[in-house]
Structure formats: structure tokens, C-alpha cells
């Protein structure tokens, strides 16, 4: 990654009864490898982001939201930025199907950069800039580059 000033998320993937292992684990290679000012460590489970903080609360961190039942209300979207800020998370991930102009608004209120994920539709990279989404996370990211070259 030498030259490369590119960010990388880095999701963990664990159950709760996992999470810690796995978090002294990631923590033990961002320091072995000097990842600290260039990764972001996310995951779905929240104790496992709490347990990265503990450990190292330099090490920047995401909590991943996705859409666990459809229409998901304002209110419970807006809700999900509290999950994250009580998971002492610098950042928030979330399904692009949760993104909104109130949900991206309360988010940055609370100092919590929004990130989308899986976006594979060109349109995305107009919105993220209308929005102030921080990052897309995609399947494509030829696709999206091109979008963005040409926008």
C-alpha cells in the first residue's frame, strides 16, 4: 500500500460471543502493520466496535446498519445513529435503502460521517455529493469511478 493514500474498511465478522477475540486480534495486526491512520474497522456487532475502542481508541471505527424489515421508519433510522455513538463509533455504515436527507443531517449533527454501502448504481455518486455521504461501498468500483470522472 506504499504510495496508496486510499482509506480500507475493514469488516469484522463475528458473533457476540466471538467479538472480543476477534477484536484483540484486528487491533494486534493495524499496530503490526501501521494501519492505524489508514483503516476503518466496522461490523454489525456493536461490542465488537466497543472492545476495538477499548483496546485502541485511536483506531478509527464504523457501525453497519442494514435494513432488518421493510418500510423501516424515520424514527428507527434516526435511532440507529444512537447505537452508533453509544458504540463510541466515528463513523456510520449504513444499507443504502436506510439513507436519507434527515438520517445523513442528524448523522453529521452528531459527528458521525455517513457511509453507504452496497451501491452499485451510478446515480449514487450524484446523491453521495448532494447528501454528504463520506464513502460508497460497491461490488463495482469501475463503475463508479467512471460515474464520478464523468459527474
Not at 90 to 98: C, P, V, Y
Not at 116 to 143: E, F, M, Q, S, Y
Amino acid at each position: 500500500m506504499a504510495g496508496n493514500e486510499a482509506s480500507l474498511y475493514l469488516e469484522m465478522k463475528s458473533d457476540r460471543s466471538e467479538s472480543e477475540e476477534l477484536a484483540v486480534a484486528v487491533v494486534m495486526l493495524v499496530k503490526e502493520y501501521a494501519l492505524r491512520d489508514r483503516v476503518i474497522v466496522e461490523s454489525f456487532t456493536l461490542s465488537a466496535i466497543e472492545s476495538v475502542k477499548r483496546l485502541d481508541r485511536d483506531i478509527k471505527t464504523a457501525a453497519l446498519f442494514e435494513p432488518k424489515r421493510r418500510p423501516i421508519s424515520l424514527l428507527h433510522r434516526l435511532k440507529l445513529i444512537e447505537l452508533a455513538r453509544c458504540a463510541r463509533a466515528d463513523e456510520i455504515a449504513l444499507h443504502h435503502s436506510l439513507i436519507s436527507p434527515r438520517v445523513v443531517e442528524r448523522a453529521t449533527e452528531s459527528q458521525l460521517p455517513v457511509v453507504a454501502w452496497t451501491v452499485d448504481r451510478p446515480a449514487w455518486v450524484r446523491r453521495a455529493r448532494i447528501l454528504g455521504i463520506k464513502a460508497l461501498i460497491t461490488n463495482d468500483p469501475g463503475r463508479l469511478i467512471c460515474a464520478r470522472q464523468a459527474g
